[in-house]
């Protein structure tokens, strides 16, 4: 799913190549699904979007942020946002479709679930899209070692493990499992150590972990099991992933795992990450 890095990058290449276009067409809930999210009834997207030129995008968090003439369209995590050239097929389900004037297309499709939140003003209220903005980046200068010290040393944090901290409760908005992997990898971590057990150093390493993978995954257009806006896969090679699992780790030579946990799979190599006690 989409998260920080994604994001980024999606945002980048829509400033790209359909910052100044203006949409014509608006096909919201063609294809029902059971959880697509959307701010208000979506039959009323096509007033509020139709004769607008797209501005700029950003990302917030995990999410795209579309700026469309007085209207403001955000994706989240779930949404996978393709563009479509002129002549290409577009494709028959989606969740949204805008028509361009040069005849391109952009869709959303929900993969397991998502949000596609359409606007006008500041009176979107939904918490994960207001916390979204309300905290910095990793990436940002704003984002250092006080900051992120400050989130492992809050209340109860201290009895979580490193998965739930800083992938849970939207500490860190856009920071999810599939970025956690490698950042837990490059610090030498377990998902499930618990921060109690970390000293210093190893806080020291984890908050390095975070700001340098973030950084090279938007570096090289995100991970190697996402994919961009024109539907191609990003350039960053993960370390532990659904691609890696089984096979040997590059630095110790043990074999990559996968686990369940919390609601979601985590990949480990023993080897690399001890879990103590």
């Avoid at 490698?182 to 970390?198: F, K, S, T």
Wanted: charged letters at 20%.
């Amino acid at each position: 799913m989409m998260e920080i890095p994604e994001a980024l990058v999606i945002a980048r290449q829509i400033n790209q190549i359909l910052a100044g276009r203006t949409i014509v067409q608006v096909t919201a809930g063609q294809t029902p699904h059971k959880f697509a999210f959307y701010a208000g009834d979506p039959a009323a997207y096509p007033a509020l979007l139709v004769s607008m030129t797209i501005s700029q995008a950003k990302a917030r968090g995990g999410m795209v942020e579309i700026a469309a003439g007085a209207a403001t369209l955000v994706f989240s995590d779930g949404a996978a946002i393709r563009h479509w050239p002129v002549g290409s097929k577009r494709p028959d389900k989606h969740q949204l479709l805008l028509a361009l004037d040069d005849g391109s297309a952009l869709t959303a499709s929900i993969q397991m679930y998502g949000g596609i939140w359409c606007f006008q003003g500041d009176d979107f209220d939904n918490p994960y899209y207001q916390v979204a903005g309300d905290k910095p980046s990793p990436l940002s200068e704003q984002f250092d070692s006080e900051y992120f010290m400050a989130i492992l040393a809050a209340p109860g944090c201290e009895k979580l493990t490193a998965k739930a901290a800083l992938a849970t409760e939207q500490r860190i908005p856009g920071l999810g499992n599939g970025v956690l992997q490698d950042i837990l990898y490059r610090a030498g971590i377990h998902p499930r150590q618990v921060v109690r057990l970390l000293d210093l150093a190893a806080k020291e390493r984890l908050f390095l972990a975070v700001k340098e993978t973030m950084t090279e995954m938007v570096a090289s257009g995100g991970r190697d099991t996402e994919k961009d806006l024109f539907g191609q896969p990003g350039g960053y090679q993960t370390r532990l992933s659904k691609n890696t699992v089984g096979q040997a780790c590059p630095k110790c030579g043990q074999v990559i795992q996968k686990e369940s946990y919390l609601g979601g799979s985590v990949y480990v190599c023993p080897g690399c990450q001890p879990l103590s006690n």
